[in-house]
Each structure stands twice: as structure tokens, then as C-alpha cells.
């Protein structure tokens, strides 16, 4: 289990991919979860066994009640991209976000509960060397030292998936993600909270808690932030504001071909969210 847990792949990390890679990749998400579950904690048969009807129950509960939830936001993004966004509609599009993002990782947590609870000793000494190795690798490349490293790193991440929406960007919309993403929170105290989270985790697995006792632990620190220090919290409005002036001044920096390919890609995959849904229909919006 990663800090994003082990489930919904498909539906949130194959958003960057093509139309018909999200409808077959969703159709097949049972088989790659279980895969990931399988390949992270490295479950027995027996354990796979008994988790498969819960991972069934939940995928099915995905495509009932937050499909229609990912087909809104991508509504509400492909006509605010026809018309160009201002702050309002920026606003409006990550508070939809972190709508579904809670209620997605509420429904992983239900999830997890089992898996996690089921899991023997030496599998939790695995999982612990797992976080163990990772919190090691993570602290060598967010130190201090390397803060212009990981700024430009980021940079490139941004331009990256700008690519895929809207094409090459060019070099005056390059320099808008390299001056938006310099003045964005560092990373560095996120990690060594999720490690200290891990650390928590850890301790409730060899305590033998039950199932409804890690998902509440998952809620309390996924979903609801429960303990998060101040200084994050702040993070993370510092985060969505730079976010908010990132989308505002490349939108108003798009060419034709650019915004028609952005809009393309919005439309496409609000289609593919309503395509997926046995009764397809659309959230409702409160912004």
C-alpha cells in the first residue's frame, strides 16, 4: 500500500491516457488492483481469495455512485475551457476535486480495512521494510540541498502532462509553469508526515486492529487530515492557490489549436465517465 493506497487506479491515474485506454483500463481494474495488492504486500492465495468479493463489491459501488461524480467535473471543465476560465470557475473545479477525492479514498479506506488487517507478520515486516527503504530514498532527494533539483523536476512534470492536454507548449507558456511551480510549497515536510503516518500504520497492524479500526485510522489521515501540523495545512491552500494562478494564465495563453485539443480531451473523457455507467448521469454541482 502506498500513501494513495492500493485502489481506483484506473479511474484517477489513467485520466492522463487516451479515450479508449480509460474505458478498458477501468472495464479491467479488478485485475490490475489485485496485481498492485499482490506485487505490494505480496499476498498468499487464501488472502487474495477472501479480499476479491470485497474488491468486487467496492468497484461496483465506484461505477454506481462516484462515476458520476468524475463525468461532472469534466462537464464542468470542458465548458469552462469553451468560454476560458477565471478564478471563480477555477474555484469552483477544485472544491468539485476534493469532493472526489474524498469520497474516492473514503471507499478505498473500505477497502483497505480487510486487506490490511489481514495481512501476517512477516508481510508487515515486509510492508514496514517497504516504507522504511522509500522514507530513506525520499530523504535523500528532498534535502535542502537538492531544493532546485525538485523545483525543476516539477517543473517538468507540469510541462508534461501540459503536453498532453494541450499539446507543445510554447516557450512563453513554458516559462509560466517554471515561474508557478518555483513559488509552489516544497515537499520535503510532506514526506516526513506521511512517514510518521506510516509509522502509525505499522503500529496498528502489530496490534492486530480490526478492520473498522484502519479504515478509521485511513479516513482520519487521507480523507480528513485529522492531525496534520498547521504548516501543511497552510501547504496545501498555498498549493491550490498557485494551482488556481497556474490554469488561470495559461488558459488565457492558449492558441486555437491548443484550446480545441484541451477541450477535446475534457469532452472525451467526460463521454468516457458517463459511457461507463450502467445508468450514465451527472452529479450535481454546487458551484
Not at 484506473?10 to 479491467?28: D, P
Not at 506485487?39 to 461496483?60: F, N, V
Not at 480495512?113 to 495481512?119: I, S
Not at 540541498?145 to 517538468?156: F, G, M, P
Request: positive net charge.
Amino acid at each position: 500500500m502506498k500513501a494513495r493506497l492500493l485502489l481506483l487506479i484506473a479511474a484517477i491515474a489513467l485520466l492522463l491516457y487516451g479515450c479508449s485506454s480509460v474505458r478498458l483500463a477501468y472495464n479491467t481494474a479488478d485485475f490490475f488492483i489485485e496485481r498492485y495488492a499482490d506485487d505490494y504486500l505480496g499476498l498468499d492465495g487464501a488472502q487474495m481469495e477472501r479480499w476479491s468479493p470485497t474488491l468486487e463489491t467496492t468497484l461496483a459501488q465506484h461505477r454506481e455512485q462516484e462515476l458520476p461524480y468524475l463525468a461532472a467535473f469534466f462537464d464542468s471543465a470542458q465548458n469552462d475551457a469553451r468560454k476560458g476560465f477565471d478564478e471563480t470557475d477555477v474555484t469552483c473545479l477544485l472544491d468539485q476535486f476534493q469532493t472526489i477525492y474524498q469520497r474516492h479514498f473514503r471507499l478505498a479506506a473500505v477497502a483497505a480495512g480487510p486487506l490490511l488487517a489481514g495481512l501476517d507478520k512477516q508481510q508487515i515486516d515486509a510492508l514496514e521494510r517497504t516504507f522504511d527503504k522509500e522514507a530513506r530514498e525520499d530523504a535523500k532527494e528532498n534535502a535542502p540541498s537538492n531544493i532546485a533539483r525538485r523545483n525543476r523536476k516539477r517543473a517538468e512534470r507540469y510541462l508534461e502532462n501540459l503536453q498532453w492536454w494541450i499539446g507543445k507548449p510554447s516557450a512563453s507558456q513554458r516559462a509560466i509553469v517554471r515561474d508557478v511551480t518555483a513559488s509552489m510549497p516544497d515537499t520535503g515536510s510532506w514526506y516526513a508526515y506521511r512517514d510518521a503516518k506510516r509509522q502509525e500504520l505499522i503500529a496498528l497492524l502489530r496490534n492486530g486492529a480490526s478492520a473498522q479500526r484502519i479504515e478509521r485510522f485511513l479516513n482520519h489521515w487521507l480523507v480528513d487530515y485529522r492531525d496534520m501540523p498547521a504548516s501543511l495545512q497552510r501547504a496545501r491552500q498555498d498549493l491550490r492557490q498557485g494551482f488556481t494562478e497556474l490554469l488561470v494564465r495559461l488558459d488565457a495563453s492558449l492558441d486555437e489549436d491548443q484550446r480545441r485539443k484541451f477541450i477535446n480531451r475534457l469532452t472525451r473523457l467526460r463521454s468516457d465517465f458517463m459511457a461507463l455507467q450502467r445508468r450514465p448521469r451527472m452529479a450535481a454541482v454546487d458551484c
